[in-house]
């Protein structure tokens, strides 16, 4: 069995606020596999984007760094790298090439002032070395991968002239150009309406079936985690609380947090039902903590409707529920 | 690169926007350049000599008049015309011409003199000279080498006038309408005078140049090439001299203190026959009691002023006057005296009607030295209880400010700081003190309508006795002393600088430029 | 359409939910100015310059204009610690007494503009596309004249003088000022809770003053430092040309002028060189205190 | 039922193109026409550029429609002049998606909430404080917020400001535009059992806007389905999530991701882009990514039709129902 | 727009004190009153300000802009359009190296941000930009043509020598680089403020997410982007620069639009100001349009219609 793609082990990544580091990743262990799609998902400020961020080597330079963890990482020609401490040189021929990554907003992640075909280009001149005229032929071939129509006229547009979901499209066509083992996407279709939503999610579930690359998926909706996800890895206030196959998680989530979005979820056709019951929509308790005042012990604690003394002396430790899912709750048994 | 390529094209651009013609010129030529339309006695840019106040020091390398003054400017010698003579009468005028050609070959004849002088009557020519030679009945050109001139009545001023009318070439202009003259392109392109030089041409706002003439009357110029460089300030033109780019210039007394006991400059000094003083508006009430003007006279230390701001280069004057032969005995020298200043004052009932109210002191001297001028005038005047405020503008708003017809707002110009020509004519103070020249009429911008002044300087004007004239200034000078029109300051020296290499360079600070004899023909430069 | 909670892959403090602090944002951008090292080089500066200026009468013996014929053009002495001007006039008075007139010519001019700047500005903006249209004309054309006119022509018209140069200098700048507004309130016109203040009938004084001016201020305190900065320039140049403050009346712009006379500029350099070394460094000082100001106004600053 | 409490009728909007890009209006709005009911909720789902807050705020004529009109309570809004609208406004309030852009950094929430009152010279200061703190404790935050600033607060907590903001004035009708798509999920509940709350405890009448049809099915009493400044459908919540009849709407139903890992598939995926709406398509503007489109339908506009009580379709298909 | 400029110009000239005719006035040296008057008559002076400007603007719009009331026999069309190349080269010259300096150093600065040369160039560039104009220019000119006199003092060509291209680029050299040095200070501040704001767009870690060289990451997808607004402002201080070359013509005595204007408005040369007003009007117009153009070409979301 090869290694996989991507292996995090013990991954804390701090920021620098004037006078103490804090931490806004802890503890964070993720493997994916080839052809496997992880979801990372939580709530704004969870931790997942810095997450991603820290994978590549893009956490803001001035403020952010890895404190410690391994972050290891199957190249295309199946040698494994450690990411961290890897020299901004070495990490930069990584970045593009074997790691692709998807952001959020289509319209500002793309640059205004470059053609589509340019941007999608630059990277296989970059890291193949192909020449101008090779690389701008791949662009096109690219664009038309990911179900752009009329590729060469499109390849000669602007970002401005394309459509959100459009836009999408070509940043994802840029970030396979070099095929890459893995692809990260943090939060690929937030800034898209639902039906277009829809479309990306079959594109890139459609690519992975093409390329067997490994997808991290960094999402707060647990219904496109349903979607497109294999295993899924939940995170709150900087720590993974429960992570394991989605159809386990979803089905029988073990950790109070996760069960918690799964109810405030709303799913279709049920709330009429509640309503018509008057019964509030379920939800959780209370705010998202901030990563600077994070309570002692478990920081889901105070919102949790489980919580003993024992949850907020010291942080749980990942608990194997079953072989495959993992729960950082003292009383998984108890959900 | 892509910037080189710009710059060049934008040189070439501008070059040719401006209109440059590329001239060949011998590498060897001797050549003197300097800033000669620079300080009181230019004015630059203007080429039409029937429009100029000024700027005829350099006019007149290329033009001449009839007669003009000599260097020292204590008399008047025959120029285009050899001699002259005047009817006891002072009616008749008969010029003796020289024997000259024109720059473009053409000879030089009476008829060009009758020409000019009949243009420079012709108001529709533009010429500023009109009403001054208004006096003139005939001129007549008997032979080719003769000239006479009639007047209606005596003017001791018509020959000191005369000497700022350049004859101009009767062939080239009589075929332009006078009404064109003004707008003509003919004067700062191709025109045609008598003088040492000829015109060559003029590269706008920068200089112009001339060749010498090589058949010129008091023989081949010594140097070929003369240039006249403009400089916006006196202290560009420093720099310039100093950077060994041009070999003369007007300075600054400021200035030329700095180029004194250095060899390789020469510093040229001279009278400005311009007397400065505080003038005291008339309509002002303050100033209509005589004890006021003479407490401003004790007020102001001008020996003090002379010695320290003016390096002892200014003569104190009593009157309008400063030249030994125009004062008379027994003047009242007004020397420094803060107490009687005081005194007087107090007697006038100062605190009463003024106090401490500030009091405008107009100039249009806007030199660092006026400054300085302006600044201890102020600080001694305030000495006394008098608070004057100082004003400096420019030359067209203090005009437009002081000359203003029918009520003015006196109080904008209650008391000026300004300067009068007062010689080589001694007649040239008459039109700002003379009550019959109040504005519009002429220059008495301070309105000063003194009887006995005014009678004195017409006696003066009308005197036609060569022996008594100086006489009849003299009363001037005592009226002015007793009577107080102005408060009379000093007659300071100007200078000049010239690079050591000029030989036999010939400058004076003429008021206007002069003309005075400098012969540039013989100006060498090593 | 969606707009997420702040980045929080730059700001790790996320929101806190309750804490002691209550610091409204003029607290928090002033915090932020005091942590910049260059505003406080700048404060380090200008605040000893102003203090000098201001009581400089009650410790320093000389009037800045006596003048001493006797003692003229002399260097800097232990009597006249910063020498003698072409009358004898101390150096040291005079470029304190300068700085109080260059300084008051300053501020006062920025206010006058600031007014009309800010007014023209908001009315252009709320004003609808008419009066937009006309008002942004005239501001155009009043950037179109070049200033020696304007300033010839106002300079004549007013006079020399303090008030005169603050006319004119206000008169001068407050279209770029306008503009800046414009453009915020046009944005602002937009936002949320400016549509939220009409949807509650607001009128047009209301949205300006309690919405506008506020959010204005930052381009309003960072344009009145620099422009006081530019003031005091452009006061020395209108002295260059003669306009201006008139010269027995000091400042630091007339005094600088001084330099035009290669005498001056050359023998005796302590009558230009302290009052252009003073200019400099003050303007030098005001514009680290905007710059600090801007970046302390500036939403974004929260990040570092 | 007497006249309906707000009755929209015939509202189209054009926005002129701006002064540099010469381009075709754009047609936010073209005929909408629905009515509210006194105390009723009606829901507004759309995806981007549907013209759901155009809607809105040409309501509250915050927007000056192209043509149509807007009966509040009897009045019409469309002709009031400044004065009266002004007051009419105090019956009618706003609630904002973005609880960033929707409270002033440079105020307290104090200042914040009294604004309406002090605009609208209600009360002295004493009794705005009051309403004020009446209103935070309606949102279920401590009185002692009113002398923060909103930046100290998390975005769930914001959007409760935003809400006790458009309570304090008492109104009788709130447009809630988008009030929960900028907050997590497990806060956006939260602020949608508020609203509920509120909105039965006060007998507020409201236009809950939506992109998210899930959102919006606990809330409201009636949907109503834009497409491109169309209404594409119009039915009571519970018939139009038990039986879509607008190819459109099952469309969007479909796309909505499932938290069953098991019904992936199955989904109903749209081809294509949404048309500019500065261009839509002639006839049926969903006609370019329908799945069961006719040529008939390029032709004409559907009307907007009853197929049962209180449920329309614009869809000039029948069998689909 | 143009009309309305020289009504405004026509009106504030008339309202300034002094005349044509003052300016022809040598205080200590006058001349006949009625002469003057003659002067007055022949320039239509004495006309009701509705008919000069009228006058004027029929004969202007029949490209007639009359005479220089101080220069006997020049017309003021070809004296202002001879000005305007001179004007162009110098401040030409200046703004390519003002933007070449400005643009480069705001780079490095923000590339450096907050480090020592970074600190340092800020210093320089504050000094740059808190300098007076004329204080500059007289202090360059001083150090380095009279004192170590590596460049003329002033003019644009050697009097009476022959034209050549070096001699030009001798006489350009120091005045361009004296105009040069506020300019490139404040596009240095703002390419530097610019480009810091950019950095932190979404497409630059997109840049490196590609893996990108940091190197191009700066130059090619921040520098243009950052490059939109410093365009903006380098156009609109073209408007400024004309204003500010003013103090360097007239101290450099560069034959340009600058020192005309100077000259012109204190002789009250009033057809000259009109005429020279104008055409700086129309440069600025020009040069906004010009502006507009490099920043539709720079940035593709604009597009000139």
Redesign the interface.
Known sequence: MDAPILSISGLRAVFRIPGRDIAAVQDVDLVIGSGETVALVGESGSGKSVTSLSIIGLLPKKIGRIAEGSIALRRRDGTVTELTGLDPESLRKVRGNDIGMVFQEPMTSLNPVYSIGEQIAEPIRIHLGKSHRDAATDAVRLLAQVGIPDPDRRARQYPHELSGGMRQRATIAMALSCDPTLLIADEPTTALDVTIQAQILDLLAALQAQRGMGILFVTHNLGVVAEIADRVAVMYAGRIVESGPVSEVFTRPRHPYTAGLMRSVPRLGQATTLKAAGTPLPTIAGNVPSLALLPKGCSFAPRCALAVDACRTAVPPLFAATSTQQSRCLRWEDL | MR?KT???H???????????A????AQDAK?I?GGFDVG?GGFP????PL?A??GFTWLSTYFEPLVIYNAELTELEGDLAKDYKVSDDQLTYTFNLAQETWHDGKPFTSKDVKFTLELARN?AS???????LGDIASVDAPDGRTVVVKLSKPNGSFLSILSQVMILPEHALAAMPPETL???????TTPVGTGPFTFKRY?????V?LAADDDYRGGKPKVD?L?N?????P??A???L?????QFTYV?P??A??FKGDSNFKVIEGASY?VNYIGLNQKVELFRDVRVRQAIMYAI?RN??I???YGGAAKPANCGYVAPHLLPQGLEPYAYDPAKAKALLAEAGWDKINGDKPITLLT?Y?S??A??V???I???L?EVGINV???????????????KEGTPDWNAFAMVY????NGPNPA?IS??LNKS?I?????NTMRIEFDDLSAALDAALAQTDPVKIDQSWQQVCKVMNKDLPWATLWVANRYGVASSKLRDFVWTPA??GGPYAAHPERWDIQ | MTITAPDPKIDPTVVPTAGPQTKGPLRRALDRFFENRAARAGLLIVVPILLAVSTYSLWWPFSPNAIDLRAINKGPSAIHWLGSDGVGRDVMARLLQGGRISLLVAVCSVAISIVIGFLVGAVASFGGRLVDGTVMRFVDLAMTLPPVIFLLVLASIAGTGIAPTILVISLLSWPVLSRMVRARLLELRERDFVVAARGMGAGLPHLLFRHGLPNCIDILVVYATLQIANAILLEAGLSFLGLGIAPPQASWGNMLNLARSTVVLEQYPWQWMFPGAVLVLTVLAINFIGDGLRDAFDPRSDLN | MDAPFLSVRNLTKHFAPTAFSRGPAVRALQDISFDIARGQVVGLVGESGSGKTTIGRSVLRLIEPTSGEIRFDGVDITSLSAGPLARQRRKMQYIFQDPFASLSPRMTIGQILTEGLDIQGIGNRRERRARAEKALAAVELPVDAYDRYAHEFSGGQRQRIGIARALTLEPEFIVADEPVSALDVSIQAQIINLLRDLQVRLGLTMLFISHDLAVVEYICDTVIVLYLGRIMEVAPAAALYARPQHPYTRALLSAIPSLDPLARQGRQVLKGDIPSPANPPTGCVFRTRCPVALDACAGVVPPLRATSDGHLKACIRDDIA | MLVALSVLIFILLRLAPGDPIDAYINPSSPMSASDLEVLRDRLGLDQPLPVQYLAWLRAALGGDFGYSIQRGGVAVLPLVMERIGPTALLMGTALAIAIVLGISAGIFSAVRRNALPDIALSVVSFVGISSPAFLTALLGLYFFSVLLRWAPSGGMQTAGAPFSVSDVLAHLVLPACLLSIGHAALIMRYMRASLLEVLNQDYVRTARAKGVREFWVIIKHATRNALLPVITLIGSTVGIAIGGAIFLESVFNWPGMGLLLVNAVGTRDYPVIMGATLVIGICVILVNLLTDIVYAVVDPRIQVS
């Open positions: 910037i710009i710059a060049r934008l040189t070439v651009a501008g070059l040719l926007l401006g209109g440059q590329t001239s060949v010129q050549t350049t009181p840019k203007n080429f039409n429009a106040t000024g108001k533009g010429s500023l000279f009109a009403a001054r003004a707008t003509s392109t003919w004067w700062s590269v706008s706002d920068q200089y140049e090439v240039i460089r403009y400089f916006e300030s202290a560009a420093v720099a310039a100093r950077a060994g780019e041009i600054e400021d200035d203190v700095s311009v230390d003090a002023i010695e320290s701001l249009y806007g660092p030295q400054a300085n302006m600044a201890a102020q600080s001694m305030a405020v100082p004003r400096v503008v420019d030359t067209p708003t203090y005009n437009g400010i002081v000359y300004a300067g009068l020509q040239g039109p700002g020249q504005p519009p009429a002429g220059f008021p206007a």
